[in-house]
């Protein structure tokens, strides 16, 4: 019988620097026949990282559009930041992309994705039209996650120097271990709390695990977004015998 192959690439999100940030393993499809949750799960399994992206184009939509899973190594997830921004990224550089512009249809509803400028250290344009070799971000559009209310007692005591601080990023670890070394749908619920706290709407997060990584973070209140950019860099890529 004859084996078909699956594209995939894995990158590194919220970094410009290989083996820094957060790796997620990215598979582009070209149909779902025979590719099924199960195989998926154990995809998702071989790769043993944090998420595993599966892409599968489709044409519901007059901009470049894809369906978007996520796969922990245990179990699927209705969102994941890093994932979604590796995906973006391989699509872009990989000239499946043409445009600026991706929308993703996911458990989450339809995320869009937008190639940005960069325009200074910290700075982004508008949404940059041409994908040759330029230094680009990629922003999430993102949904709003509520914080919910925890036992004071849990809650560590912050320094009075806290109002001068851009973001802190607190993170409950496991066996010594970050869960996630930098998490972009956590930053959906960090974001609007801390941008009540401090009064500001833009914020830049420095998510402090052994790998470490940086999201610059926008608040719309008004439509319940949260817009988080940062880089990605492509350190694999090959094929899966399927």
Known sequence: MTRRSVRYAVVDAFTDTPFKGNPAAVCLLEEEAGLNDNWMQNVAKEFNISETAFLLPSNASSKPRFR???????AEVKLCGHATLASAHFLFTSGVVKGDVIEFDTLSGILVTKKMQDFGKLGFAEPCSNGNGESFSIELDFPIIQVVDCVSE???SFPE????LSMVNVQKTSNGDLLDPVCG??????APYWSRKLGKNNLMAYQASPRCGILDLQVDEERSRVLIRGKAVTVMEGFLMV
């Open 185 to 190: 749908s956590a930053h959906c619920a960090l």
């Open 68 to 74: 978007l899973r996520w796969f922990t190594p245990v």
């Open 161 to 164: 120097t806290l109002n001068d």
């Open 154 to 156: 849990e809650m560590p």
